[in-house]
């Protein structure tokens, strides 16, 4: 199974804060890992970073987005427990939580999510694939997506750019990037 949309941690996380105690980052992405039944591949899946497993980052953004909405508190850092607005959300039986719910009906929530970005609509990557809307990623997932789409077109202007260029001007330009990684002390040496 691949891990699922980000929007479809928030009630899964608000449920299990539901059952009580106090709840860390890794123990609420533990619960939730068991939950979508997600698989060790799906588990060792990174964010491009390289840096945090993107189904532990999908949880944590889960509890921030739940605390915003004043549905989760932290009553020590690190730790969330439930709040009696996430109880009487969850007395209310959601078949779902979703970023626009939040924002409809938390005005915390309206805040944290209208200073920290904008409803981008669908965005193209650069090989005609349709990523997430924002509204579907965390803010980690659109950073990421921003970056891997700036870098594949900087890739692609700098190779267009080498190709309409004369041999000799090629053969400059590599030297010029070779005196550049330090492969060459001064021009001449090269």
């Keep these: 199974m691949a891990i699922p949309a980000f929007q479809s941690y928030l009630l899964p996380a608000l449920q299990a804060l539901g059952s009580g105690g106090l709840w860390s980052n890794d123990r609420m992405a533990e619960e939730l890992s068991i939950h979508f039944k997600l698989s060790p ?11 945090r497993p993107r189904y532990r980052n999908r949880a944590i953004w889960a ?11 932290r009553p020590a850092r690190g730790k969330y427990e439930i ?5 009487s959300l969850l007395g209310s039986s959601p078949n779902e939580i ?9 005005s915390g929530f309206r805040a944290f999510a209208t200073q920290s970005s904008g409803n981008a609509p669908k965005m193209t990557t650069p090989f005609g694939v349709t990523a ?7 803010p980690n997932d659109r950073f990421e997506s921003a970056f891997t789409e700036l870098r594949a077109s900087l890739v692609s202007e700098l190779l267009d750019r080498l190709a309409l260029l004369s041999s000799e ?13 330090g492969y060459a002390a001064d021009e001449h040496s090269v």
């Design 63 to 73: 509890l921030t987005y739940l605390f915003h909405a004043g549905l989760a508190q």
């Design 132 to 138: 997430m809307t924002a509204v579907e990623q965390t």
């Design 41 to 51: 591949e799906d588990k060792a899946n990174l964010l491009p970073s390289g840096v």
């Design 169 to 181: 001007a090629f053969e400059r330009a590599v030297l010029r990037l070779l005196r550049a990684m």
């Design 83 to 87: 709040t009696p607005a996430g109880v």
């Design 98 to 106: 979703t970023r626009s719910f939040l924002i409809d009906n938390y």
